[in-house]
T-cell receptor, first 117, second 116 residues
């Protein structure tokens, strides 16, 4: 079974530029998550989708970050314009999202390392 | 308030020895899940083991076991017979209900170095 796919793996941009990340979840997984992981910290949830609807985007900086999940499968996360403090690893994860609940395991992709200069 | 606390920023262990990585959590919800993930230098978060709040027995997965002490709100990861490939960051996480669904909160991680 293929895992969560993400691209690109690395991205270097200058501040005020735009960048987009792509994620393809595990086949059949209804729930998709985007996390931001700053160096030396654990991942922090940015946004959660259930199929193509947003479940939680309370920690997404909506003035510069946006995300969509058209057709309930692939997702893109965009930053526009980027700031220096956006330098981080952006992780995508997915889970079945059928039973839900506290026991549901999230499976992560390899992440995109973003460096904003 | 920090929901997941990992007090060991870094740990060393010799190959073939066992090592315990500490994790304490804070929640008032009776239903929650505890997870451990491994993050090697490549960056991917690899799921290791899960413990449910209602589980009576400690979870085990191969060389990984979880020492779950509910009253003390601790969920320590035990790695037996350490291997060089176990060198990585290890994150403890808790999944609990929120107003909008379920959220997974991570600790700051523990860096494990396995030496020959």
């Amino acid at each position: 079974e293929a895992g969560v796919a993400q691209s690109p793996r690395y991205k270097i941009i200058e501040k005020r530029q735009s960048v987009a990340f792509w994620c393809n979840p595990i086949s059949g997984h209804a729930t998709l998550y985007w996390y931001q992981q700053i160096l030396g910290q654990g991942p922090k949830l940015l946004i959660q989708f259930q199929n193509n609807g947003v479940v939680d985007d309370s920690q997404l900086p909506k003035d510069r970050f946006s995300a969509e999940r058209l057709k309930g499968v692939d997702s893109t996360l965009k930053i526009q314009p980027a700031k220096l403090e956006d330098s981080a690893v952006y992780l995508c994860a997915s889970s079945l999202g059928v039973a839900g609940g506290a026991q549901e395991t999230q499976y992560f992709g390899p992440g995109t390392r973003l460096l904003v200069l | 308030a920090q929901k997941i606390t990992q007090t060991q920023p870094g740990m060393f262990v010799q190959e073939k020895e066992a090592v315990t990585l500490d994790c304490t959590y804070d929640t008032s919800d009776p239903s929650y899940g505890l997870f451990w993930y491994k993050q090697p230098s490549s960056g991917e978060m690899i799921f290791l083991i899960y413990q449910g709040s209602y589980d009576q027995q400690n979870a085990t997965e191969g060389r990984y076991s979880l020492n779950f002490q509910k009253a003390r709100k601790s969920a320590n990861l035990v790695i037996s017979a350490s291997q060089l490939g176990d060198s990585a960051m290890y994150f403890c996480a808790m999944r609990e209900a929120t107003l909008s669904g379920y959220a997974l909160n991570f600790g700051k991680g523990t860096s494990l170095l396995v030496t020959p």
